[in-house]
């Protein structure tokens, strides 16, 4: 059973980075026609996608993070992790990371998520 | 970016109500749209994906239809585990986007 779990810090300073780790257990993250990606929650708000890699290691990225944003795969470990460079409060967030479905023309909806974790970002 | 609009905000429901949820997007997507389920404190969980595909192990009370710009979630007989947040969320475009969330409270 495919499973999803997000680890790092839940407190990171303004101006930092924001660095998390997204851990995949019941199927290789380096499968064929595999997609993850980050998505996240502001307290009391709603859903932001922030980014997604393909297998291959291919990219795409929300423009809105204005290029602050690197998503990335270490296939040794089974996990793929995003960092978020020049963080300020509007970046506190519940974070999820997700594994994205795809079928024949179309990819992009997110199926599981890992259980989220809070990031704070706070001096 | 692609607006996705859900209506409304905040629906009061009663157990056993057929209840319906709107998401409008600011221009066509296609099918190309997915809903989740989200409980406080958890993370979301998908319904229906290409518009109306229920997913595997999703009751069948739920449901989704539409295409272009216009698409709607309905619940046929709501049950006491179904009042939580609703979100939609388009993947014809990136950025992929989501909806502002529909709350199902118990009137």
């Known amino acids: 059973q495919l499973q999803l779990q997000e680890s790092g810090p839940g407190l990171v300073k303004p101006s930092e980075t924001l660095s998390l780790t997204c851990s995949v257990s019941?199927?290789?993250?380096?499968?064929?026609?595999?997609?993850w990606g980050w998505i996240r929650q502001p307290p009391g708000k709603g859903l932001e996608w922030l980014g997604s890699i393909y297998y291959s290691g291919r990219t795409n990225y929300n423009p809105s993070l204005k290029s602050r944003v690197t998503i990335s795969v270490d296939t040794s470990k089974n996990q793929f992790s995003l960092n978020l460079r020049s963080v300020t409060a509007a970046d506190t967030a519940v974070y999820y990371c997700?594994?994205?479905?795809?079928?024949?023309?179309?990819?992009?909806?997110?199926?599981?998520w890992g259980q989220g974790t809070l990031v704070t970002v706070s001096s | 970016d692609i607006q996705m609009t859900q209506s409304p905000s905040t629906l009061s429901a009663s157990v056993g109500d057929r209840v319906t949820i709107t998401c409008r997007a600011s221009?066509?997507?296609?099918?190309?749209l997915a809903w989740y389920q989200q409980k406080p404190g958890k993370a979301p969980n998908l319904l229906i994906y290409r518009a109306s595909s229920l997913e595997s192990g999703v009751p069948s009370r739920f449901s989704g239809s539409g295409s272009g710009t216009e698409f709607t979630l309905t619940i046929s007989g709501l049950q006491p585990d179904d009042f939580a947040t609703y979100y939609c969320q388009q993947y014809s475009t990136y950025p992929w986007t989501f909806g502002q969330g529909t709350k199902v409270e118990l009137k």
């Open positions: 997700a594994r994205i479905r795809s079928a024949p023309y179309a990819v992009g909806w997110f199926d599981p």
């Open positions: 221009q066509s997507i296609s099918s190309w």
């Open positions: 019941g199927v290789s993250i380096s499968s064929n026609n595999k997609y």
